[in-house]
Structure formats: structure tokens, C-alpha cells
């Protein structure tokens, strides 16, 4: 997530660069051909225009829909964030010895609501490694220049600004290693972590640790993280339907490759200084155009590692201090700080 104040004119350089280049290759050259009398005809403005507007519309629509599905990732984690906190509480207020008859010793209740704590860390980790697995539809599972560019993205505004990123492997940190061993090998971990919390409820009502109210309750809280996970995997396992994330980048390609003719003929008409104005003017409506399709195609996966998405793992920490606190830990780790503007 992008959390300066302003995008600073290097960055954006950096960022549409290479765009900018072949538009003042493209108009320039159009440029010179009706300079040097090459080519004489011009396209009138009307038509262009109104395949301009329409083309706004489009791609408009489609920011709309890139931006929701951007928006509603943020509000699902909001709730994680929400639901984490009152997990962590119910831990900390109902597991008790209050119906229990041999009462246990205060070190194996604590125990208890360590391993409960401590495997809900982990299910927060391993569901943020599963929605960073690229699907196919997103830019670094491409070829070529879209998928180097999309390397280059998540190494240098993206995951790579992270040196402490935790993956399936380190989940060893927060799972006894019996369990460890047998939920890392699941295709999806993440579930199956959310269901060793159910049994392991199921247990401590057998014990007398949790009554059939305050198990009720829990699980309760348990089935809202499957919901909330089943949303970011709908999210992340259904793209922005085809027909809209790509007609609309040919529909910016018919007009930039239209609006040379019928821009430059009437600019160059204006004598020398003219000529220069076309180029330049030319070359930035069509850079407004490319910039509008780019930043859609950017911002429709909220969960592919870039500066787009979601602050995933500033989230996790957050949730991880506050259960960890809860537990009456003092040795945290650091929040998340924002690197070169970027928040992940």
C-alpha cells in the first residue's frame, strides 16, 4: 500500500518511463511523415473524439470495479483484525478453571491459551503466503517484458522491502512441531490450521476448561475466520472478468493509434513551434490514456505483492502484537514500518 502523500515525478518516471518513450516515438514520428509530406490525409476530429470518450467510460468502469475489489480486500482484513482481537480475548476470559473439579495448575492454563494464541498466529501467516501464490491470470505469471517488469515491481516496491518476510517454512515458530509436520503438507494449510483449533476445543470441553457456552461461542468466532478467508480466496481465485480487464486495453490502443491523425494535421499547420506542439500534446493525451488502463490493471489484484495491495503482513504483525500482549509477553517484534512509501 502506497502511503505517501504524493507520488514524487521520479517514481512516476520510473513507473511509465518506458510508456512515455515509445508515445514521443509514435507521435514523433507520425509527426515527421506529415511534416515531409509522406502522407497528406487527416481523420476529422469528431469521430475520434467520440471513440475518446468512450473509451473514458470503459476503462472508468473498469478502475470503478479494480478499485472494489481493492476496497473489499481492505474491509475482509479489517475484520481479521477485529475477529483476531476478540479470539484473543475469549483465550484470555474463558479458559479457566471454573467447572473444572481437580483444578489445573496456572502454567498449564497458560499453556493452553499460548498454543491457541500462538496457532491462530500461524493461521494468519500461512493464509497471507497462500494469497501471495501467483495465480494465472496476474502480471508475473505472464511472459517476457510483463512479467520481468512485474518481477522488478515486487522487488523493489513490494515484498522484496520486506528482510524479515515469513513463510510456510517459519510457521515452525508458532506450531508445535507435531502439528507442524502434519498441517504443512496440506494444499491448503491455512483451513486445516482453523480446524486443529476446533478439535482442540472439542478437547478442553472434555477437560472442563471451556463450558458448552463458551465453546459454542469460539467456535463461532472460528467460523467467521473461515468466512473471512473464503472471501480474500474468492477475491484472489476469481479475477475481474476477462472481457472487461483486457477489451478495454485494446480499446486505449484503437485510440492512441487513431489520434496522431487527426491531432498532428491540424497542430502542424501552425508552422514550426507546431510541430513540437504536436509531438508533445499528442504524445500526452495518449500517456493520460495509457496511465488510466495501467493503473487498473495494477489495482484489480489486491494480493500479487506489489505496492497495490493490501498491507498484509503490517496487518499480521499488528494482530500478533496485541494477541502476544494478551498473553503477557514482553519480548515483541517490531511493527511494520513504510519503506520508500510503501507499507506491506
Not at 295 to 305: I, K, L, R
Request: aromatic share 12%; charged share 20%; net charge neutral.
Amino acid at each position: 500500500m502506497i502511503v505517501s502523500k504524493s507520488i514524487s515525478f521520479g517514481s512516476l518516471i520510473k513507473w511509465t518511463g518506458h510508456h512515455i518513450v515509445w508515445l514521443l516515438a509514435l507521435s514523433g514520428t507520425i509527426t515527421a511523415l506529415y511534416h515531409f509530406n509522406v502522407i497528406a490525409f487527416s481523420i476529422p476530429w469528431l469521430p475520434v473524439s467520440v471513440i475518446g470518450t468512450a473509451v473514458a467510460f470503459y476503462v472508468g468502469f473498469k478502475n470503478n470495479q479494480a478499485y472494489d475489489r481493492m476496497w473489499e480486500a481492505r474491509k475482509i482484513w479489517g475484520g481479521i483484525v477485529n475477529d483476531s482481537r476478540t479470539w484473543g480475548m475469549m483465550v484470555d476470559g474463558y479458559v479457566t478453571n471454573q467447572f473444572r473439579a481437580n483444578k489445573a495448575s496456572e502454567r498449564e492454563i497458560q499453556q493452553v491459551k499460548k498454543r491457541l494464541i500462538y496457532r491462530h498466529i500461524a493461521w494468519l501467516y500461512a493464509h497471507r503466503s497462500q494469497l501471495l501464490v501467483a495465480t494465472p491470470w496476474e502480471h508475473i505469471s505472464q511472459g517476457g517484458h510483463t512479467a520481468r517488469t512485474a518481477k522488478y515491481y515486487q522487488e523493489k516496491f513490494g515484498v522484496g522491502l520486506l528482510d524479515d518476510e515469513i513463510t510456510r517454512a517459519e510457521l515452525k515458530s508458532f506450531l508445535p512441531e507435531n502439528e507442524y509436520d502434519r498441517l504443512v503438507g496440506h494444499v491448503n494449510t491455512a483451513a486445516q490450521i482453523i480446524n486443529e483449533q476446533s478439535r482442540d476445543l472439542t478437547l478442553l470441553r472434555a477437560q472442563d476448561l471451556l463450558d458448552d457456552f463458551r465453546q459454542t461461542q469460539m467456535v463461532d468466532v472460528l467460523r467467521s475466520f473461515y468466512e473471512l478467508q473464503g472471501k480474500n480466496e474468492r477475491i484472489k481465485k476469481f479475477p475481474l472478468p476477462r472481457q472487461y480487464a483486457n477489451m478495454s486495453r485494446y480499446f486505449v490502443g484503437i485510440f492512441i493509434m487513431l489520434l496522431p491523425f487527426s491531432m498532428i494535421p491540424e497542430l502542424v499547420k501552425l508552422g514550426d513551434w507546431g510541430l513540437w506542439l504536436a509531438i508533445l500534446i499528442t504524445a500526452l493525451i495518449g500517456w493520460v490514456y495509457v496511465m488510466m488502463e495501467v493503473v487498473g490493471d495494477y489495482s484489480e489484484n489486491p494480493f500479487q505483492g506489489m505496492a497495490n495491495d493490501i498491507p498484509m503482513m503490517s496487518l499480521c504483525r499488528v494482530i500478533e502484537i496485541d494477541l502476544r500482549e494478551m498473553l503477557g509477553e514482553t519480548n515483541l517484534p517490531p511493527s511494520i514500518e513504510a519503506k520508500n512509501g510503501v507499507l506491506m
